[in-house]
């Protein structure tokens, strides 16, 4: 069975960083998508950055660019996602996702993701 757990949410200040994981179980990711989403109160879920385990081809939202950092572990089947000079407006559930190789549509779509984590919460105070 295919789990994505997430983990290193938190209550930071603004300015300040975070590092969240994202440990996949249950088969190798190594080909895959791995996506960081995240859904705020009454809000849409929203696509923060994408990274494919396989090569070094990552890409960001342009309202994370330059702040955010994805990395990935092959060894330990784990993505992190690195945050940088957090903003009130970065306050959100993040997700972590998998997609299966082969799909040719944006890294961005929520719905080519076929796995999910339970979220992690990061709050942002101003």
């Known amino acids: 069975q295919v789990q994505l757990v997430e983990s290193g949410g938190g209550l930071v200040q603004a300015g300040g960083s975070l590092r969240l994981s994202c440990v996949a179980s249950g088969r190798t990711f190594s080909s895959y998508v791995m996506g960081w989403f995240r859904q705020a109160p009454g809000k849409e879920r929203e696509f923060v950055g994408a990274?494919?385990?396989?090569?070094?081809?990552?890409y960001y939202a342009d309202s994370v660019k330059g702040r955010f950092t994805i990395s990935r572990d092959n060894a330990k089947n784990t993505v992190y996602l690195q945050m940088n000079s957090l903003k009130p407006e970065d306050t959100a559930v993040y997700y972590c996702a998998g997609r299966p190789p082969g799909r040719v549509d944006s890294w961005a779509g929520a719905l080519s993701y076929e796995h999910w984590g339970q979220g992690t919460q990061v709050t942002v105070s101003s």
């Open positions: 990274s494919r385990w396989s090569i070094d081809n990552t």
